[in-house]
């Protein structure tokens, strides 16, 4: 089982910036980030596959922007232009094969808080 290691949450004012970083143990195929609010369901933010193809929920609205670098199993998700409502914890998930049994992987979560 891969094992994801997020950093990179915190407290920032609206219109501020933060990045996001979650290296793996190992090799993924997709890695993306989820967020989930108190009450709500988790949600995807964005996620992208191991030639770079990448896929955005419409509510980022091109503020964020998702990378990864597959020499370091790791993702990154720069968020510019934050709002109060992009408060929420976020989860790195990372999807991949071993043999062909699909498995996936969730990490701990990070915080990430907007002020007004």
């Known amino acids: 089982q891969v094992q994801l290691v997020e950093s990179g949450g915190g407290v920032v004012q609206a219109g501020g910036s933060l990045r996001l970083s979650c290296a793996a143990s190992g090799g993924t195929l997709i890695m993306g980030w989820h967020r989930q609010k108190p009450g709500k369901q988790r949600e995807l933010v964005a996620d992208i596959g191991v030639g770079g193809d990448a896929n955005y929920a419409d509510f980022v609205e091109g503020r964020f922007t998702i990378s990864r670098d597959n020499a370091k199993n790791t993702v990154y998700l720069q968020m510019n232009s934050l709002k109060p409502e992009d408060t929420a914890v976020y989860y790195c998930?990372?999807?991949?094969?071993?043999?062909?049994?699909?498995?996936?992987?969730w990490g701990q979560g990070t915080q990430v808080t907007v002020s007004p």
């Open positions: 998930k990372a999807v991949g094969l071993s043999g062909f049994r699909r498995w996936e992987s």
